[in-house]
C-alpha cells in the first residue's frame, strides 16, 4: 500500500473508533437514565450499541470509564491551547486563555453536559470515579505549568499552586453552570471565577523571594529575638 492510499484509509479507521465509542457512551446513558446506574450491565450497553463484550473493552475498562472517558482527550485539548499560546506570555496569562477556550467547547456540548452531569451527581461510583479523574487534571495542569515556567514542581511550590486553584475554580463554575441548566455563557462565568482568584494568583506566579538564613545565638531560637 502506498503512502497516499494509507492515510484515507487511518482516517476512515479513527473515525469508526470515534463513532463506535460516541455510540457506546450515548447507550450507556440512555440505559442509565432509563435503568439506573447499578441495574445496568456491560453486556446490556455493548448489546444496546450493538457490538460485542469484547469491542467494548476495546474502548472503555468499566461502566463508569464510559461516561467519563473524555477526561484524558480534554486534558489534551486544554493542553493543546497552551501550547497555542505565545511562548513569551506569562504562564498565568497563557493558562486562563487555554480555560477560557475548554470552556467554549463544553457549551458547545450543553445538552449532553447537562444528561452527564445529572447522571454524575445521582451515581457514586460515577462520582467517585469523576473526582479521581479531577485529580489527575491537577496533576496535568502543574506539569504543563512547570513546563511552561521551567521550573521543577517538585521544588516549586507555583505550578501547583496555580493548578489547584484555577482548576477549582474552572470545576465550580461549571458546575453551578449546569445546576442551573447551561443557562448563561460558560467562558464569562468561568472567568468570573477566575477573577476572584487573579490577585493571589499573579503573586504566586511571580518569582519567589529567597529566605535569608538568621543564625541565632546558642541557646536563644531565632522567633524570640527582638521581643
Keep these: 500500500m502506498t503512502q497516499e492510499s494509507a492515510a484515507p ?13 460516541a455510540d457506546l457512551e450515548e447507550a450507556a446513558l440512555i440505559l442509565f437514565t432509563e435503568k439506573g446506574f447499578d441495574a445496568v450491565t456491560i453486556d446490556d450497553i455493548a448489546a444496546s450499541a450493538d457490538v460485542s463484550r469484547r469491542t467494548f473493552f476495546r474502548y472503555f475498562a468499566s461502566k463508569e470509564d464510559v461516561i467519563l472517558s473524555d477526561h484524558p482527550r480534554r486534558l489534551g485539548e486544554l493542553q493543546a491551547a497552551l501550547d497555542r499560546r505565545p511562548a513569551d506570555e506569562p504562564a498565568l496569562t497563557a493558562l486562563r486563555q487555554a480555560i477560557l477556550s475548554l470552556a467554549g467547547s463544553y457549551e458547545e456540548q450543553r445538552e449532553h453536559m447537562l444528561r452527564r452531569f445529572r447522571l454524575i451527581n445521582e451515581t457514586p461510583a460515577l462520582e467517585a470515579r469523576s473526582l479521581c479523574l479531577q485529580r489527575n487534571w491537577e496533576t ?18 507555583r505550578p501547583g499552586v496555580v493548578a489547584a486553584t484555577t ?14 441548566g447551561g443557562d448563561g455563557d460558560l467562558p464569562a462565568i468561568v472567568a468570573a471565577a477566575l477573577d476572584l482568584l487573579d490577585g493571589g494568583l499573579q503573586a504566586a506566579a511571580s518569582p519567589l523571594p529567597r529566605r535569608r ?11 524570640t529575638r527582638g521581643r
Design 140 to 157: 496535568g495542569v502543574t506539569v504543563m505549568l512547570a513546563d511552561r515556567m521551567g521550573v521543577d514542581p517538585a521544588e516549586d511550590l
Design 9 to 21: 484509509v487511518e482516517g476512515l479507521r479513527e473515525r469508526h473508533r470515534r463513532r463506535t465509542a
Design 167 to 180: 482548576m477549582a475554580a474552572m470545576r465550580i463554575a461549571t458546575a453551578n453552570w449546569l445546576a442551573g
Design 213 to 223: 538564613p538568621t543564625a541565632s545565638r546558642p541557646g536563644v531560637p531565632a522567633r
